[in-house]
């Protein structure tokens, strides 16, 4: 690790962990409102690599809550956040991707879901499962949504949410730029909290009511986790 550069980091992570989240591999799927942030504080920490995933150009009403400008307008979102990490730390390795496949996920180390669409959501849980890998979720919708930290071992996506499909999303009630960095923030504080303790976790936030609160999951003979009955994917594949 570059002791020059990231001196403040390692003073308050110590150079263990500094040196940990230098050698991460990271999946970013969607990088829009929060995925797009999430790139950003991914390529300042330094880590190893990052994975973007989408296919969406930049439209110019993504600027109010977006990490892209006007010149980015009609651009590849993954395009735009690979000149951007490159400006940032060069020395980050950018991977980028159109579309949903097993096997670029099972390239990382772990991934965030950053996607709006609640069928997405199903999927990217369902790989996690297949693939056993722990992964980070997002959704937010105003100023109120849920994030946390999941590993398939102890509970999944789906058992959150039970295969409702009214699940918060950023197309329900518009956004409030705050609540994106907030949550993007906190989702990052997740990854790196991940590494030394992997416990999952889940939380609810209000930011109108100031208030953030732990979410207690419990798994009760899961059709995804525990069964493995896929509903999205055919065998956890795409
Ligand atoms: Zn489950």
């Given at each position: 690790m570059d002791k020059a550069r990231f001196f403040p980091q390692i003073k308050f992570?110590?150079?263990?962990?500094?040196?940990?989240?230098?050698?991460?591999?990271?999946?970013?799927?969607?990088?829009?409102g929060i995925g797009s942030w999430i790139v950003e504080m991914l390529a300042r920490m330094g880590v190893k690599k990052i994975g973007v995933l989408d296919y969406d150009r930049v439209e110019i009403h993504n600027l109010t809550r977006q990490n892209y400008r006007e010149k980015d307008v009609g651009s590849l979102k993954v395009d735009t956040s690979e000149e951007r990490v490159r400006e940032i730390n060069s020395k980050v390795m950018v991977e980028k991707f159109n579309e949903i496949k097993l096997e670029y996920f099972k390239k990382f180390d772990l991934f965030?879901?950053?996607?709006?669409?609640?069928?997405?959501?199903?999927?990217?849980?369902?790989?996690?499962?297949y693939i056993g890998k722990p992964y980070i979720f997002g959704t937010i919708s105003g100023n109120r949504g849920f994030f946390g930290y999941i590993d398939p071992k102890y509970f999944c996506f789906y058992d959150i949410y039970h295969g409702k499909r009214d699940c918060v999303s950023c197309r329900d009630e518009g956004i409030d730029v705050?609540?994106?960095?907030?949550?993007?923030s906190l989702m990052v504080k997740l990854f790196i909290r991940s590494i030394f303790d992997p416990s999952p976790r889940v939380y609810h936030f209000n930011l109108s009511e100031f208030s953030i609160e732990e979410v207690k999951v419990k798994r009760k003979d899961c059709r995804i986790c525990m069964r493995r009955d896929f509903e999205y994917s055919r065998d956890g594949s795409v």
């Open positions: 992570f110590g150079e263990k962990l500094s040196d940990e989240i230098s050698k991460k591999e990271v999946l970013v799927v969607g990088i829009g965030f879901d950053c996607v709006d669409n609640i069928d997405t959501k199903y999927l990217l849980n369902e790989i996690s499962v705050s609540s994106v960095f907030f949550i993007s």
